[in-house]
């Protein structure tokens, strides 16, 4: 399947991108996590991330489909 994925915050900054296409076979965002992990080397724990399927909020377990958008949203702070 194909996904487009957006990076933010550190996430982009660890990509060097924010955002990309790619073909995968994952079938759930923490699959996927774990192979974006692999392929950039994100460090965060999926638990210290909130991740959103086409613009909403979903579980690391809910079933992608070919086409989805996918964010993976860091921790983040203000100042």
Same mark, same amino acid.
């Given at each position: ?6 990076? &933010? ?6 990509? =060097?991108?924010?955002? #990309?296409? /790619? %073909? ?5 965002? @923490?699959?996927?996590?774990? #192979?974006?992990?692999?392929?950039? =080397? &994100?460090? &965060?724990?999926? #638990? ?8 909403? &909020? @979903?579980?690391?377990?809910?079933? /992608?489909?070919?086409?989805? %958008? ?8 203000? =100042?």
């Amino acid at each position: 399947m194909k996904y487009r994925l957006l990076y &933010f915050a550190s996430l982009a900054d660890r990509a =060097g991108c924010d955002g #990309e296409t /790619l %073909e995968s076979a994952a079938a759930d965002p @923490a699959a996927l996590y774990a #192979e974006l992990a692999a392929r950039h =080397g &994100f460090v &965060f724990a999926p #638990e210290r991330l909130r991740v959103a399927v086409n613009g909403a &909020f @979903a579980a690391w377990t809910q079933a /992608l489909a070919d086409g989805d %958008e996918i964010v993976f949203v860091p921790p983040v702070s203000g =100042g």
